[in-house]
């Protein structure tokens, strides 16, 4: 039988030959079987054709059109002029305006902006992540429009306009919300899914099957992690609120009370 394994083929984004990846040749130990190793250049690299007069380098600098809009489709437009090389962040001693101050400063976004310099001549590749979305629970939570980029021409009157596209789609914030109970002859309650700690603990005391109890919210897994506070978190992490419930006095045979009040079981929570 035939064993094969294809890779996706890895792109180089810069100019000339590239030596080849080391592939070492797999064992299968339970069916003794060596399996066999083919390397293959799908497309050769060379030196890029573009001499720096064609490119518009002038006195060292190569020359582009400033952007002219930067901002999130459905947001308020506002006029930009940034450089086509604007630093992804921070400021140096040529500049102490970056696509991270430029967006933050015309949207309630706070974002996270990184930026790949492609080959010689003009060729620029900027990862933006945003980090923090009002209005979303955790706050790093929900799908961005695409961005609305426009340059103007570059010193040759030919307009090479920019390529926009999602890499990664936001995730989906929480909502909504859940029901409790706690084998109350009168049913569940309805918990909001940001329920503050107080009315949560109102809720619970409504119950004829609790008697006083403190709740606690936090943010989860902690108030810097999961989304929340606008820092950069892994792909597919999990963020959202938790409640810790105390029971301090719990019904029961005397006086209508355990002794102490806060002894005995409690039955879990069903929530749904």
């Known amino acids: 039988m035939l064993r094969t394994v294809k890779f996706t083929p890895s792109t180089f984004f810069d100019e000339g030959l590239k030596n080849q990846f080391q592939v070492s ?14 390397q293959e250049n799908v497309v050769h690299g060379h030196i890029y054709g573009m001499t720096a007069a064609q490119a518009g380098v002038i006195n060292g600098v190569v020359q582009r059109g400033l952007y002219t809009s930067f901002y999130v489709l459905g947001e308020t437009p506002a ?70 980029v426009n340059q103007n021409a570059a010193t040759d009157a030919v307009v090479y306009p920019p390529n926009i596209y999602e890499k990664t ?52 897994p902690t108030s810097t992690t999961g989304g929340w506070s606008g820092n950069k978190v892994a792909d597919g992490t999990v963020g959202g609120y938790e409640w810790r419930i105390r029971f301090l006095r719990n019904p029961g045979a005397y006086n209508g009370f355990t002794f102490p009040p806060g002894s005995g079981n409690v039955d879990p929570i069903t929530v749904v």
């Not at 109350?184 to 603990?201: L, S, V």
């Open 169 to 220: 789609q936001g995730s989906q914030g929480i909502s909504g919300s859940f029901t409790v109970d706690l084998h109350d002859p009168n049913g569940p309650r309805t918990i909001w899914f940001n329920e503050p700690a107080i009315r949560f603990k109102r809720t619970l005391e409504e119950m004829f099957t609790v008697g006083t109890v403190w709740v606690d919210r936090y943010f989860y």
């Open 79 to 148: 006029v930009a002029a940034l450089k086509w090389n604007t630093l992804p962040e921070g400021r140096n001693s040529f500049s102490n305006v970056s696509i991270k101050s430029y967006i933050e400063s015309i949207s309630t976004h706070i974002v996270n902006v990184t930026r790949q310099i492609i080959g010689k001549y003009g060729v620029v590749e900027y990862n933006i992540r945003y980090v923090l979305n009002p209005g979303q629970f955790p706050t790093g939570a929900g799908d961005i429009p695409l961005l609305v």
């Open 25 to 38: 040749q797999c064992y299968h130990n339970t069916s003794a079987v060596v399996w066999s190793v083919r």
